[in-house]
């Protein structure tokens, strides 16, 4: 039995994307502020693009309703019947998982202060809004945070089958 159940850790997901909607709309330049944001970007050596965030825009204001869309339909799904919830979110979680670790690694070795290309570095003319901190830091608490759903449901759909077998077991001495 895991410390945190898997819906806990998924309400907390899904209610983080509803508050970075309403940030991304009302005040964008507090993402970029952010101590984690700038912890992890020092850390990991990340350029710094805090001046995309500064001032309220389209993009952002679409961002935030991506992120609302996202988190409230992530809020429904948690509801599901106990089956069908470990079910889509079994096939979920790995595939979130692969996708933000997809981003983070793509922002963090195809950027300016990249290690693996240090001297030879030539802009993208696509890719280059996602090679920042924000970016970065926000992919990686994403990755890192399925990988602890993934985990988690893993742990917890050996008890669902247990409840499962002993449920059909009842229902077939009656």
């Known amino acids: ?44 050596g990340m350029p710094d693009d805090a001046r995309s965030f500064n001032h309220k825009s389209s993009p952002l204001a679409l961002l935030s309703a991506l992120f609302f869309v996202v988190g409230i339909s992530d809020l429904v799904s948690i509801s599901l019947p106990e089956e069908i919830s470990q079910y889509h979110w079994g096939s979920q ?6 996708l933000f670790g997809g981003i983070s690694v793509y922002s963090f070795f195809f950027s300016a202060t990249s290690p693996l290309i240090s001297g030879i570095y030539y802009p993208s ?27 988690t449901l893993r742990e917890e759909r ?17």
């Open 1 to 44: 039995m895991p410390l945190i159940s898997a819906n806990t850790i998924l309400t907390s997901i899904s209610l983080f994307h509803v508050t970075l909607a309403w940030f991304f709309l009302t005040s964008p330049s507090s993402i970029a502020d952010q101590t984690l944001v700038f912890i992890i970007g020092e850390a990991m």
């Open 93 to 98: 979680a790995p595939i979130r998982l692969m």
């Open 125 to 151: 003319s696509w890719g280059e809004g996602l090679k920042n901190r924000v970016v970065f830091t926000w992919a990686f608490v994403e990755m890192l945070t399925w990988f602890w759903i993934w985990v």
């Open 158 to 174: 050996r008890d669902l089958l247990i409840r499962i077998a002993n449920r059909r077991a009842n229902d077939e001495d009656r």
